[in-house]
Every structure is written in C-alpha cells, then in structure tokens.
C-alpha cells in the first residue's frame, strides 16, 4: 500500500511518547511505502529540524533515505488543485504521480480535494489512516 504523509503527521509521530508513534513503527515494520519527493524530504528536514532539532532531522533523513519501503517519486506535471494553500500541491501531486492509496493529513485545506472526481485522491485524516493500517495488521 502506497501512503503519502504529510508533514503534519509525520513529525509528531516520531516521538516514542507520542499517541501516533505507530506510524513510524509501521513504517519501520514495512506495513506501507511512503511515497515522498525532494520537496516533501525538505520539507520534512525543516520541520523536524524546527520541532525536534537538528540531530534528529538528520537522524531521520538517513532513515528515509536507508528504508526500503521509501519509494522516491519523480513528478512530471503540477496539478496545483489545492488553492488555499499552494504549499500543500507537493503531496498531492506525489499522491497522483505515484497513485498512492491515501494521502494522510490532518490538514483541512486538503478536504477540497474530496470534490474532485479527477485526478482522484484519497484523502484520510490520522484516525482513518489508523483504521487502515489495522485492517492490514
């Protein structure tokens, strides 16, 4: 199954004392491909660098960069169907170009994407995703 998880989501699931560290042990466990692109692992570099500190980032980054479910995405177009948010389009368009499964987010500028027939993505917040990931467990 192939999930792209925005920022949001990624960077506080990271802590061993966060409710939502079951997405990195699932990562880690090989239950999905995270798609991500260059502009995704920069921005997740920054973040976590922002919230976590640099070592961690970096920690991290190796991690991606080593896992074999880390499926690494070229993007050949922008769709730029996000409008509220321009930033947000870098997960949607990896979501089409890899056509993931789900595009996790807790973000709502996302939820306009749920009235577009074309190109489809599938939108699911942490609780949906967990529902997912447990079916599969």
Request: charged share 25%.
């Given at each position: 199954m192939k999930i792209v998880l925005d920022t949001n989501i990624f960077?506080?699931?990271?802590?061993?004392?966060?409710?939502?560290h079951w997405v990195i042990s699932e990562l880690l466990n090989g239950t999905f491909t995270l798609c991500v692109t260059t502009d995704i692992l920069e921005e997740y570099d920054e973040i976590i660098s922002q919230k976590l500190g640099s070592e961690t980032a970096k920690s991290i980054m190796e991690l991606l960069d080593n896992l074999p479910n880390v499926e690494y995405i070229t993007k050949y177009y922008r769709w730029e169907l996000i409008e509220q948010d321009y930033d947000d389009n870098k997960f949607v368009d990896c979501a089409i170009a890899c056509n993931a499964n789900y595009l996790a987010t807790n973000d709502k500028h996302f939820n306009s994407l749920k009235q577009i027939a074309f190109p489809k993505v599938n939108i699911i917040n942490i609780d949906e995703?967990?529902?997912?990931?447990?079916?599969?467990?």
């Amino acid at each position: 199954m192939k999930i792209v998880l925005d920022t949001n989501i990624f960077w506080v699931s990271i802590s061993r004392r966060s409710k939502t560290h079951w997405v990195i042990s699932e990562l880690l466990n090989g239950t999905f491909t995270l798609c991500v692109t260059t502009d995704i692992l920069e921005e997740y570099d920054e973040i976590i660098s922002q919230k976590l500190g640099s070592e961690t980032a970096k920690s991290i980054m190796e991690l991606l960069d080593n896992l074999p479910n880390v499926e690494y995405i070229t993007k050949y177009y922008r769709w730029e169907l996000i409008e509220q948010d321009y930033d947000d389009n870098k997960f949607v368009d990896c979501a089409i170009a890899c056509n993931a499964n789900y595009l996790a987010t807790n973000d709502k500028h996302f939820n306009s994407l749920k009235q577009i027939a074309f190109p489809k993505v599938n939108i699911i917040n942490i609780d949906e995703f967990k529902m997912v990931i447990d079916t599969i467990i």
